[in-house]
């Protein structure tokens, strides 16, 4: 098992408001794009099962579900130690993610609302969901006595752009990927409730839901533009994206291995769970997934993360910059071999197979 980091100490901005962790490349990230390019987004190919999709959250099946009911009414002074900042970090690490996804969406709603309604529509709602996750989850960081300002990281969090495609690419992956990640632990829960430590795993089941959903909306957006799966092109940048998520998730849950490993979950079995699942379900999406049952496909991922580890290890050293600068070279070099071979495993056609998937 590769050693996990330990959790670091918590910094506040002022009393009772934490300070956001650092940005690095594995922390949730602001994005913005082109709204003009969004806006004049013809989705006619595949406008039956979107208008389906966005009716589908309009419903909003879960408007009741996240209440604070008498079981958050206690206190979680109990909840010490390691065991408290890794669930802190965890809280901390989701609210910004689903937070990142409100801004997005809102500002997309708000451009789209005059030339593109019915997706403004759409992002209205996803907005909205994504609103109601990051307010429960920085409730549920008041109950351990911290909370997140969300204006402060709106002023001050930098904004990454991506184009559209990127956009669409990337968030149907978050959306399923958390699926698999909530669902997972959800049925870990139910099979071991003595692990149950605070209320907000009860809520996973439901929650899970509109993260599907939410990924079926782009999954409709994404099929209605044949310029994003059904050329060549399409099909390099479904691998790139693809892999850089699985490393990502694979670095993520290793390094908060404590997390996992305080609710019971072998972080291992669960990290290579999520990701074939999150991979089957792709194939629903993209004219391609990834062959994770090559045999060198999770190793690569963990020599990935152990290299990771290794580059975090030397940037919190002291050693001097030109030190450290040559000492980033082998496990970058590293890194970047083992997604090179494994970017060249040869990938599943997944139009082939497309009638089959479940």
Same mark, same amino acid.
Not at 67 to 94: C, M, P, Y
Not at 198 to 223: I, M, T, V
């Given at each position: 098992?590769?050693?996990?980091?330990?959790t670091?100490?918590l910094?506040?901005?002022?009393?009772?408001?934490k300070?956001?962790?650092?940005e690095?490349?594995?922390?949730?990230?602001?994005?913005?794009?082109?709204?003009?390019?969004?806006?004049?987004?013809?989705?006619?190919?595949?406008?039956?099962e979107?208008?389906?999709?966005?009716?589908?959250?309009?419903?909003?099946?879960?408007?009741?579900?996240?209440?604070?009911?008498?079981?958050?009414?206690?206190?979680?002074?109990?909840?010490?130690?390691?065991?408290?900042r890794?669930?802190?970090?965890?809280?901390?690490?989701?609210?910004?993610?689903?937070? *990142?996804?409100?801004? %997005?969406?809102?500002?997309?709603?708000? =451009? &789209?609302?005059? /030339?593109?309604? !019915? $997706?403004?529509?759409?992002?209205?709602?996803?907005?909205?969901?994504?609103?109601?996750?990051?307010?429960?989850?920085?409730?549920?960081?008041?109950?351990?006595?911290?909370?997140?300002?969300?204006?402060?990281?709106?002023?001050?969090?930098?904004?990454?752009?991506?184009?559209?495609?990127?956009?669409?690419?990337?968030?149907?992956?978050?959306?399923?990927?958390?699926?698999?990640?909530?669902?997972?632990?959800?049925?870990?829960?139910?099979a071991?409730?003595?692990?149950?430590?605070?209320?907000?795993?009860?809520?996973?089941?439901?929650?899970?839901?509109?993260?599907?959903?939410?990924?079926?909306?782009?999954?409709?957006?994404?099929? *209605?533009?044949?310029? %994003?799966?059904?050329?060549?092109?399409? =099909? &390099?940048?479904? /691998?790139?994206? !693809? $892999?850089?998520?699985?490393?990502?998730?694979?670095?993520?849950?290793?390094?908060?291995?404590?997390?996992y490993e305080?609710?019971?979950?072998?972080?291992?079995?669960?990290?290579?769970?999520?990701?074939?699942?999150?991979?089957?379900?792709?194939?629903?999406?993209?004219?391609?997934?990834l062959?994770?049952?090559?045999?060198?496909?999770?190793?690569?991922?963990?020599?990935?993360?152990?290299?990771?580890?290794?580059?975090?290890?030397?940037?919190?050293?002291?050693?001097?910059?030109?030190?450290?600068?040559?000492?980033?070279?082998?496990?970058?070099?590293?890194?970047?071999?083992?997604?090179?071979?494994?970017?060249?495993?040869?990938?599943?056609?997944?139009? %082939?197979?497309?009638?089959?998937?479940?």
């Amino acid at each position: 098992m590769i050693k996990s980091l330990e959790t670091p100490e918590l910094q506040l901005l002022k009393p009772g408001v934490k300070a956001p962790v650092q940005e690095t490349l594995l922390t949730p990230r602001f994005y913005t794009t082109d709204f003009e390019a969004v806006a004049n987004l013809d989705v006619s190919a595949n406008e039956t099962e979107l208008r389906a999709v966005i009716e589908e959250l309009r419903a909003d099946y879960n408007r009741h579900h996240f209440v604070r009911d008498e079981e958050f009414k206690q206190n979680w002074d109990h909840i010490t130690g390691e065991k408290r900042r890794a669930f802190i970090d965890f809280l901390e690490r989701s609210c910004t993610s689903e937070f *990142s996804g409100f801004l %997005l969406f809102k500002e997309l709603s708000r =451009r &789209l609302k005059e /030339r593109n309604p !019915l $997706l403004a529509d759409a992002f209205d709602f996803l907005a909205r969901d994504e609103a109601r996750h990051a307010g429960f989850l920085n409730k549920s960081m008041a109950d351990l006595n911290l909370s997140l300002d969300l204006s402060y990281l709106t002023k001050h969090r930098t904004y990454t752009f991506f184009p559209p495609e990127w956009v669409i690419y990337t968030v149907y992956l978050s959306e399923k990927i958390g699926y698999w990640r909530y669902i997972l632990v959800h049925r870990h829960m139910e099979a071991n409730p003595e692990y149950q430590f605070y209320p907000l795993f009860r809520k996973f089941e439901s929650w899970c839901q509109d993260e599907n959903r939410h990924g079926d909306f782009f999954k409709a957006l994404l099929r *209605s533009q044949p310029q %994003l799966w059904n050329n060549w092109r399409a =099909r &390099l940048w479904v /691998r790139f994206f !693809l $892999l850089s998520v699985f490393v990502t998730h694979t670095i993520t849950v290793f390094e908060r291995a404590t997390f996992y490993e305080s609710i019971g979950i072998h972080p291992r079995k669960y990290n290579n769970k999520v990701i074939q699942e999150t991979n089957n379900t792709s194939a629903r999406a993209f004219p391609l997934i990834l062959n994770t049952n090559h045999p060198s496909f999770f190793w690569r991922l963990e020599q990935c993360c152990e290299n990771s580890l290794k580059l975090t290890a030397i940037n919190q050293s002291k050693r001097p910059k030109i030190v450290k600068f040559f000492q980033k070279i082998p496990p970058i070099t590293a890194i970047i071999w083992n997604m090179l071979r494994l970017y060249l495993i040869k990938p599943i056609d997944a139009e %082939l197979t497309r009638e089959t998937v479940r």
